[in-house]
């Protein structure tokens, strides 16, 4: 039996009455925190206060998933963003020393509409900051008052009374470092979750950026009509015929849809990106609507440098846990700019600066943001993501990569002989041969790519490498 949706009438003043399983004050008002049941009553009493359910992110959890999938490859991983310097300064400082690398102050180079070299789409937006001679917040000596706990699922309706009990699951950190875990926790609590694949055909061309878009939105529009509370934007089905739709389009894209529609509070955003790879981009990706983010491409890179050069007494877990530190440490200075302590108040806020985007770029995904308009449209963008698609190195065939991978090991199957014999680069002193770095027609390779002009093996059986 439900618990009254209006209470009786009090017998006297200053007396409590009993209805049904709840003591009701005479003022009307249901003593919810003590909840009194009536002997015998089996009915439920909502509690609009109760706490909420926390959900543990482990990134023990997170290390054990990776080590059981295969690894992102090589041409996804550059074109997701990934190059030297960002795997070298951002995910590697990360990794290894738990905060973000620390910058100059000043920065000449052209803005991404303006340069010569393709930028990613975080590029085009800009942090805002509180213009004051001092900081407004000291995020690591008030620590204190930062909060970065998240509530992820429907919100209840602002006029709607007070909810039968909480729907929302609770975050400590807006980083999810295991989705499986957290989409199980969601399922088990019979939460209605539809994952959007976030990828776009390349042989649409350029416009198949744009189409995307506007399909992602009304997928997102068409599931928060069917009572779904969670949708997740998804690069996991990314591949090279494939590309991912920048993160930061794909939910500015699906926050937009649902808020003209009405139903952003019925429906929250995760964002499961491949490209969050430093800071700023997942900044970004909160401030344009997203409540959680999922780094997947980051997490796989710090479990990979566990055990490395420079990290021998690291493990998986570990690893990935400085990367999330690192990963709260500077959204805490984000929020400290605006002088925000609390990050519910950072998501969906727009509180970013668009620069050299077409207007019908910024009124599709960050239409509540201030603009500096440009020039570069949803077609530009494509553009550079085909342009990049072309740059990356194509998967070797399967001869190719058996002897790549025998050279990784330092073993060069030598044809004629039986076992093997490990070749590690020429001496400087004989001729390397008339092509450097390309197999000879008797098929010896080593693990530097370059040969020795001798018709046999090389005496002893390696040939050392020069001083």
Request: with cysteine; net charge positive.
């Amino acid at each position: 039996m439900p618990c009254p949706s209006r209470p009786p009438r009090p017998s006297d003043a200053g007396a409590w009455v009993r209805a049904s399983c709840c003591w009701w004050s005479p003022a009307g008002t249901p003593s919810w925190r003590t909840r009194t049941p009536r002997p015998g009553c089996s009915a439920t009493c909502p509690i609009h206060d109760a706490p909420r359910p926390i959900h543990e992110d482990r990134a023990e959890a997170a290390a054990d998933a990776l080590a059981g999938g295969p690894p992102t490859a090589h041409h996804e991983r550059y074109l997701a963003g990934l190059d030297a310097e960002r795997g070298r300064l951002d995910i590697k400082t990360m990794t290894l020393e738990g905060h973000e690398p620390l910058w100059s102050m000043g920065d000449d180079t052209p803005t991404a509409g303006r340069g010569r070299l393709d930028r990613p789409i975080a590029d085009h937006l800009r942090q805002a900051f509180a213009q004051v001679t001092n900081p407004a917040i000291d995020p690591e000596r008030e620590r204190i008052v930062m909060d970065l706990r998240v509530e992820l699922g429907r919100r209840p309706a602002l006029l709607g009374g007070p909810p039968r009990g909480p729907r929302t699951l609770r975050l400590d950190r807006p980083i999810v470092a295991d989705l499986g875990g957290l989409l199980g926790a969601l399922r088990e609590r019979r939460r209605k979750v539809r994952i959007l694949d976030a990828t776009w055909p390349v042989d649409a061309g350029a416009g198949g950026l744009a189409s995307t878009l506007e399909r992602l939105a009304g997928e997102a529009v068409a599931a928060a009509e069917r009572g779904v509370e969670i949708v997740v934007s998804s690069h996991r089905a990314m591949s090279i015929d494939r590309p991912a739709v920048p993160s930061i389009l794909a939910v500015g894209a699906i926050h937009t849809g649902l808020t003209a529609a009405g139903l952003r509070g019925r429906t929250d955003v995760v964002a499961d990106a491949a490209d969050i790879l430093d800071v700023h981009a997942m900044a970004m990706v909160l401030a344009v609507g997203a409540t959680a983010a999922h780094p997947r491409l980051a997490i796989e890179l710090a479990a990979e440098l566990a055990g490395t050069r420079g990290a021998e007494d690291i493990s998986p877990a570990q690893a990935i846990e400085r990367l999330v530190s690192a990963f709260e440490a500077g959204l805490r200075k984000t929020l400290a700019r605006m002088g925000i302590s609390s990050v519910a108040s950072y998501i969906g806020g727009a509180l970013i600066d668009t620069l050299d985007l077409a207007p019908d770029v910024v009124e599709r995904c960050f239409p509540m943001a201030a603009a500096w308009p440009g020039r570069t449209t949803l077609g530009d963008l494509a553009e550079r993501i085909i342009r990049r698609r072309a740059a990356a190195p194509r998967p070797a065939p399967d001869g190719a990569r058996a002897r790549a991978a025998a050279a990784r090991s330092g073993v060069c199957p030598i044809p004629g002989r039986r076992g093997t014999a490990p070749v590690l680069a020429p001496h400087r002193d004989r001729d390397p041969g008339p092509v450097r770095g390309q197999a000879r027609r008797s098929g010896r390779f080593c693990r530097t790519g370059a040969l020795s002009n001798r018709s046999g093996p090389p005496r002893g059986g390696i040939v050392r490498a020069p001083r």
